[in-house]
């Protein structure tokens, strides 16, 4: 039982490169959330999917794009990066939506140049 | 912005000592949750308190809610190093499925 599971650990983008972060979680929970983290500013919220087949954006969603591809897959894409977006990324689930613990993975250490 | 805020950012002990941390916020709440975080790893959930609780406890741990000030504690007893981390408040609001908000976290840092 993995949990929830990102993948790539680290990355190094040139600004305007695109790249996409994966995120697959195997508790069979319904909702799913993408948060990037900031020194100084906590966790803001990218964008979650509260069940299959729904997206809705979060606090910062400006520069990203998501895809609940399944219950088990939500995918975050940058279509053109941007030294702004040089953060560290988690990815989440809960079976419940807020009104339960989130699941963590351990992070996408994203650096653009 | 940030709708959770914590205090202090930074807390110090000595192990076996109680530490205490802080956490206010602005608007109506379903729920308060407080979460772990270690150096270099996602965040671990740790204890959810309902906003018509006031009082939880879990282990070591036991978190208070007061609505009326819109705030929320959670206490460490009888720290370890291994506490050493920082810590989150989560609030949740609106509908199941909507978004759950993070204040900043305190790191604690537990000497041995």
């Known amino acids: 039982n993995a949990g929830v599971t990102q993948t790539p650990k680290f990355q190094v983008l040139k600004t305007g ?9 195997d508790m069979n929970h319904n909702s799913m959330y993408w ?37 088990r897959e939500f995918s975050l894409r940058l279509e053109s990066a941007a030294p702004s977006q040089t953060s560290v990324y988690f990815c989440a689930s809960s079976l419940a939506g807020n009104n339960s613990p989130l699941h963590f993975g351990n992070g996408t250490r994203l650096t653009v140049t | ?10 807390l110090s002990i000595q192990e076996g000592e109680n530490a205490t941390m802080n956490c206010s ?14 150096s270099g790893r996602g965040l671990v959930h740790l204890i959810l308190i309902r906003s018509n609780e006031r009082e939880k406890h879990s282990g070591r741990l036991r978190v208070t809610l007061d609505t009326s000030k819109k705030s929320s504690s959670l206490l460490i007893t009888a720290s370890r190093a291994a506490d050493t981390a920082s810590y989150f408040c989560a609030r949740g609001s609106g509908t199941s499925g909507s978004r759950l908000t993070f204040g900043e976290g305190t790191q604690l840092t537990v000497n041995p």
């Open chain 2, 25 to 38: 916020y602005k608007t109506s709440i379903n729920n308060l949750q407080w979460y772990r975080q270690n």
């Open chain 1, 35 to 71: 948060y990037r983290q900031d020194p100084g500013m906590g966790l803001r919220l990218i964008y979650y999917s509260a069940s299959e087949g729904t997206t809705d954006k979060g606090e910062v969603p400006n520069g990203y794009n998501v895809s609940r591809l399944n219950k």
């Open chain 2, 1 to 10: 912005s940030q709708q959770g805020e914590e205090d202090p950012q930074a």
């Open chain 1, 17 to 25: 490169q695109s790249m996409t972060l994966q995120c697959a979680q």
